[in-house]
């Protein structure tokens, strides 16, 4: 099983600050086979990057995915009132299973 | 648009039997797996298992295998979720996510509503 490890767990920045997201796997991913997911409170989680690093349809250019091997990084380039939210990763190497990291909460400081 | 509908929330009493509902919507349900992925309250995702509704091929966590069934009615574009004897410990949110590119290892996208289940007595 590949186990994902997201950091920080909490992240407090302002409205137009730099958000920066890890996820780190215990093995590698090959193929690049990670996505990036979005939850607001009291909402389904939203597919953001695919691939990890290509943006689903309708996400804003300002979410970016990178990383290959075991290191990945979701970045969001100038903080929206709307972007602050709980970010999870998901591998989808092989399986079963199917497996997301813990989790980064992005909140207000 | 392609869309996932999930029955409604369930409170159950512990050992008690449930199956819950998801229902695809524009697209040919019978050529994308599905899946369900749990999240306990103030908790991650895990994702539970997975069913390719054309030929009933289902995969599932080794943590959730026994646990749970995961069954599909591609002629009403149907996929389930079943427990037959609730714990307490099965409260959670219940996500049904199709994977959307026909193969198994898959992102998810999109993702049902959510079916909130309570089991306590």
């Known amino acids: 099983e590949i186990v994902l490890t997201q950091s920080p767990g909490t992240l407090s920045l302002s409205p137009g600050e730099r958000a920066t997201l890890s996820c780190r796997a215990s093995q590698s991913i090959t193929n690049n086979y990670l996505a990036w997911y979005q939850q607001k409170p009291g909402q389904a989680p939203r597919l953001l990057i695919f691939a990890a690093s290509i943006r689903a349809t309708g996400i804003p250019d300002r979410f970016s995915g990178s990383g290959s091997g075991t290191d990945f990084t979701l970045t969001i380039s100038r903080l929206e009132p709307e972007d602050f939210a709980v970010y999870y990763c998901?591998?989808?190497?092989?399986?079963?299973?199917?497996?997301f990291g813990g989790g980064t909460k992005v909140e207000i400081k | 648009e392609v869309q996932l509908a999930q029955s409604g929330a369930e409170v159950k009493k512990p050992g008690g039997s449930l199956k819950i509902s998801c229902k695809g919507s524009?697209?040919?349900?019978?050529?994308?797996?599905i899946g369900w992925v749990r999240q306990m309250p103030g908790i991650g995702l895990e994702w539970m298992g997975s069913i390719y509704p054309g030929d009933s091929d289902t995969r599932y966590s080794p943590s959730f295998q026994g646990q749970v069934t995961i069954s599909a009615d591609k002629s009403i574009s149907t996929a389930y979720l079943q427990w037959s004897s609730l714990k307490a410990s099965d409260t959670a949110m219940y996500y049904c996510?199709?994977?959307?590119?026909?193969?198994?290892?898959?992102?998810?996208?999109?993702w049902g509503q959510g079916t909130l289940v309570t089991v306590s007595s």
């Open positions: 998901q591998q989808y190497v092989n399986s079963p299973p199917l497996t």
């Open positions: 524009g697209y040919n349900f019978a050529n994308y797996w």
């Open positions: 996510v199709r994977h959307p590119s026909g193969r198994f290892s898959n992102w998810f996208d999109p």
